[in-house]
């Protein structure tokens, strides 16, 4: 009876829907590598609410290689905003990146977007569907940019969005714990002048660079060595952050052909009683193992790309199983009568050898106690318990 049960309970629709699986997927953790500045280009949106309670947004642009990051609060996160803050302040100033990666955010997929980078000659990349790690330098930079912002004084915490430039521009001049140097010196191949700096006079006043050709080869000198020793502190931080996060990977990886159910993401609000997983079963047609990326389709030919830990396996899952709840009249089973093990647990393969005993076996219930009166019923008679010996 005990392995009757547990069959049931494993392949019961309503139960696979609304329990998350124990362990969750988890997939071993690949990083983005570059060589260079602008090389790509990473871009988000950041918000939060000013003194009166409206949200701001701030646009927030990071070079992945040297770390330098950027922070543009903006009116709304329009596509045409995010184009011409791109244009203004980051293209016209430092160039045109090789590549530019977000999220799937219809501010960063919308024609101005594409228009703009078709014009610039910049390739462009994004995210699976709510998987923001695959943004993580981006992601990391806004939970510091918070953690700054929320260590003002109250009188200045009121008037953050003035105090945004400030907050990144100390980011940058900060020694990156990745790279090992500052963004900005990375970026720029010299440190910036600071106040503490022209107290102590300590910047600038190396009197070897006489004239311009002098002070490029000293630039290109510095440049070059600073960014082999990040390269190679940035190798050494990659495999230590992939070695500590790859100890809680689990879950096996899926073929092509395999039946999958997708992360129930896009309710919004307080998700207490919604389903964990969504409904559809869509199946596995292309895989891609070195990201850990999948692309699925549905019985109606509806394709889409989702990272494998917003994938759950459900190839033990009958082909006729409806996970939407609802149930044909053969498939009904009255538990307040009758458990008929045969109706309602469902032929798994070798029957006669998970369930030794007669499969059309017929367990009465409740049959040793008398109705109970419904509370707020006139009936307040106590129910007599009737004894069976078993």
Not at 72 to 80: G, I, L, S, V
Not at 115 to 133: C, D
Not at 310 to 334: H, I
Request: one cysteine or more.
């Amino acid at each position: 009876m005990e392995r009757e049960v547990r069959y049931y309970v494993k392949n019961c629709g309503r139960c696979v829907l609304s329990k998350t699986p124990e362990p969750a997927a988890r997939a071993p953790m690949e990083s983005i590598k570059t060589t260079a500045p602008l090389e790509l280009v990473c871009i988000d949106f950041w918000s939060a609410e000013d003194h009166n309670n409206k949200s701001v947004d701030v646009l927030v642009i990071t070079d992945h290689f040297t770390k330098l990051a950027h922070a543009f609060p903006c009116r709304d996160q329009t596509a045409k905003k995010v184009a011409r803050t791109l244009w203004d302040k980051f293209f016209c100033v430092y160039g045109f990146p090789k590549r530019i990666h977000s999220d799937q955010g219809t501010s960063f997929e919308s024609d101005p977007i594409t228009e703009l980078l078709e014009l610039a000659g910049v390739s462009k990349s994004h995210t699976t569907p709510y998987h923001p790690m695959g943004n993580g330098g981006t992601e990391r930079f806004n939970r510091t940019l918070g953690s700054m912002l929320r260590s003002l004084p109250p009188r200045q915490k009121h008037k953050w969005p003035q105090m945004v430039q400030t907050m990144t521009f100390v980011y940058n001049c900060t020694a990156h714990e990745t790279t090992g140097f500052a963004p900005f010196y990375l970026m720029f191949g010299r440190v910036p002048r600071l106040p503490v700096d022209l107290m102590f006079r300590s910047v600038l006043l190396d009197d070897t660079v006489c004239d311009y050709g002098a002070f490029v080869d000293s630039l290109l000198k510095d440049l070059k060595s600073a960014m082999s020793v990040a390269q190679r502190h940035t190798e050494s931080e990659r495999r230590h952050q992939a070695t500590q996060y790859n100890k809680r990977a689990k879950g096996q990886s899926l073929s092509v052909g395999d039946r999958v159910l997708v992360a129930n993401k896009a309710c919004r609000g307080k998700r207490k009683l919604a389903d964990r997983w969504g409904d559809t079963i869509f199946t596995v047609v292309a895989t891609k193992p070195a990201l850990h990326v999948y692309r699925i389709r549905d019985s109606n030919g509806n394709e889409k790309v989702v990272h494998r830990n917003l994938l759950l396996g459900v190839n033990f899952l009958p082909l006729d199983e409806k996970l939407d709840g609802s149930s044909t009249d053969d498939d009904e089973v009255d538990v307040h009568s009758t458990l008929d093990v045969s109706h309602s647990v469902r032929a798994a393969p070798s029957d006669s050898f998970l369930f030794p005993l007669r499969m059309s076996l017929s367990l009465p219930l409740m049959q040793w106690q008398e109705p109970v009166p419904h509370r707020g019923s006139r009936n307040t008679q106590v129910p007599q318990w009737s004894s069976r010996k078993m």
